[in-house]
């Protein structure tokens, strides 16, 4: 069974940092992407950023110059980097993964539980 587990989120004031982590962990044959999302009160959840085929990377407009995914394939960790943080950056942030989980099956996505983002004015 493929788990998406999220750490990282927290409480920090307008202008501050915080990095979020999300490691894909059970028996599968590869990622295909994996990228994060969120979702604030009211809200329809969102892309934030992904990597799409290759190494490139998709960001949501609002986020460009202040959030930096990466990733560290060897321990199937995606991570977004948050910088210059905003209050209406508050919000679930939840990790998505495209997995394929045996060699010639279809490809599954799967979501994190999610963790909370809050940003203070």
């Known amino acids: 069974q493929v788990q998406l587990l999220e750490s990282g989120g927290g409480l920090v004031q307008a202008g501050g940092s915080l990095r979020l982590s999300c490691v894909a962990s059970?028996?599968?044959?590869?990622?295909?992407?994996m990228g994060w999302y969120r979702q604030a009160p009211g809200n329809q959840r969102e892309l934030v950023a992904a990597f799409t085929t290759g190494d490139s990377t998709n960001y949501a407009d609002s986020v460009k110059g202040r959030f930096t995914i990466s990733r560290d394939n060897a321990k199937n960790t995606v991570y977004l980097q948050m910088d210059s943080l905003k209050p209406e950056d508050t919000a679930v942030y939840y990790c998505?993964?495209?997995?394929?989980?045996?060699?010639?099956?279809?490809?599954?996505?799967?979501w994190g539980q999610g963790t909370q983002v809050t940003v203070s004015s």
């Open positions: 059970g028996s599968f044959f590869s990622i295909n992407t």
């Open positions: 998505h993964a495209i997995i394929t989980p045996k060699l010639y099956s279809v490809f599954l996505a799967y």
